[in-house]
């Protein structure tokens, strides 16, 4: 349990440091007189930093271990943070936001990785949905810190915040957060001894002795951390369909996350009711993860992420019907959050169990990384189709067809692995 509240206060900083260059963006526009169309680059870049630092982080972590790339990443986005809260103008800011993002992208999927380790087998996919819905929770307390700091220190406040919490954290995890007894005994020799202490304290009624010897049951036990092994032997065709969900889930996800406020507010939802109503997309995603984690662990894991990738694209259609009374369109929000953000964020546990240990946090973060750009496509489509003069139903209909090619890949790889033995995935320490 203690690495499930270390690793949630992990995403619960990455959520908070990820959003809050986003409240902070209209007290910027006003204090440096910068148009809020130029502030585009800025929302985003972000973005494009977590896709490179999740691209980087999961072969480093394969090859020298989880704990210290989580510490590296908690010291490097903190520091960025830190810095930004100095910055002068809006190109340094940018550069800044992008080096933040590096440590953010490294942040998350080892931190799944490394719950995932760690979390008995029959509740895994729930464990790391819990430990993941620290994300929501962080990016919804940004908007509370900015909104009680800024009047009174001003938007530098935010960042300071944001840079300092990491850094403590990061010297909390570099004493007492445990390795992945997995990667231990995959790298062997004297990390044994390692492995006897942290087993002895997680069951002091373990019988370690001297000459104990740790082994995992994967095939191929050389410790390698590369993206070609991703596609090795039978792991390339669920590679394919995993990045494929992640990267379509996303594209619907950031689209609604960045622009139904917006969308609803040029249909003739007054503003203050467009926020409310768009706020019930991110309270829907964070019950959906806990919902869809639990059916995983008690259902076929492949089935219920499929399932609630289907049963959003149909709320997303039923959204576009644009309801004309404002309980029946939250009520629709809250559910294609709850569906759609329950099966992004069940991913992450379902790719954790897919791959063996050698190769765990590259496949995770591959994923991740690759998803982030989806989620780049998505905050630029809406964009894109509003010029084009597309309406709220046009935009918020065309979402259904990505949420449904998410649910055909996760159905793929469903059967796929069904008709022939899966990769074997390490069970984690525990029962």
Request: hydrophobic residues 55%.
């Amino acid at each position: 349990m203690a690495v499930l509240g270390l690793c949630f206060l992990v995403i619960f900083l990455d959520g908070f440091d990820t959003a809050a260059v986003g409240f902070v963006a209209p007290a910027l526009s006003a204090a440096w007189k910068v148009p809020p169309p130029e502030m585009k680059q800025l929302l985003t870049v972000g973005f494009l930093g977590l896709a490179v630092g999740s691209l980087a982080a999961g072969p480093i972590a394969d090859r020298f271990g989880r704990k210290w790339v989580l510490v590296g990443a908690l010291a490097a986005f903190g520091g960025f943070s830190l810095a930004s809260a100095g910055a002068s103008d809006l190109t340094g800011l940018t550069a800044l936001r992008f080096l933040t993002g590096l440590g953010l992208g490294a942040a998350m999927p080892n931190a799944t990785t490394l719950t995932a380790e760690y979390c008995p087998k029959r509740r895994r996919a729930l464990l790391v949905t819990l430990m993941f819905s620290g994300f929501t929770l962080g990016s919804a307390g940004g908007g509370f810190v900015a909104a009680g700091l800024m009047p009174h220190f001003g938007w530098q406040s935010v960042f300071v915040v944001g840079g300092l919490a990491p850094l403590v954290l990061a010297l909390v995890l570099a004493a007492v957060l445990p390795e992945s007894l997995q990667f231990l005994a995959l790298r062997g020799g004297a990390r044994q001894q390692v492995m006897a202490r942290l087993l002895g304290r997680i069951d002091p009624t373990l019988a370690i002795g001297p000459q104990t010897r740790f082994v995992i049951s994967d095939r191929g036990n050389e410790t390698r951390g590369s993206v070609g092994l991703l596609f090795e032997e039978s792991l390339g065709v669920g590679t394919v369909a995993l990045w494929t969900a992640f990267f379509m889930g996303l594209v619907v996800v950031y689209l609604l996350t960045s622009w139904l406020p917006t969308l609803m507010s040029t249909s003739g939802v007054g503003i203050e009711k467009a926020a409310l109503v768009g706020a019930m997309f991110q309270l829907g995603g964070t019950l959906g993860a806990l919902a869809v984690g639990w059916c995983m662990d008690r259902l076929s894991p492949h089935l219920s992420v499929a399932a609630s990738y289907l049963l959003g694209a149909a709320m997303l259609l039923v959204l576009a019907g644009e309801p004309s009374n404002v309980l029946v369109l939250g009520g629709a929000v809250f559910f294609a959050g709850f569906f759609m953000s329950g099966a992004q964020t069940s991913l992450q546990p379902l790719a954790a169990i897919f791959y063996p240990t050698r190769g765990r946090a590259t496949g995770v973060s591959w994923m991740v990384g690759i998803g982030r750009f989806g989620a780049i496509l998505g905050a630029y489509l809406g964009g894109v189709l509003l010029g084009l003069g597309a309406g709220f139903q046009t935009i918020i209909g065309v979402l259904a067809l990505p949420a449904a090619i998410a649910a055909v890949a996760v159905l793929l790889k469903h059967w796929r692995y069904a008709e022939s033995a899966p990769p074997p995935a390490v069970s984690p320490i525990g029962k």
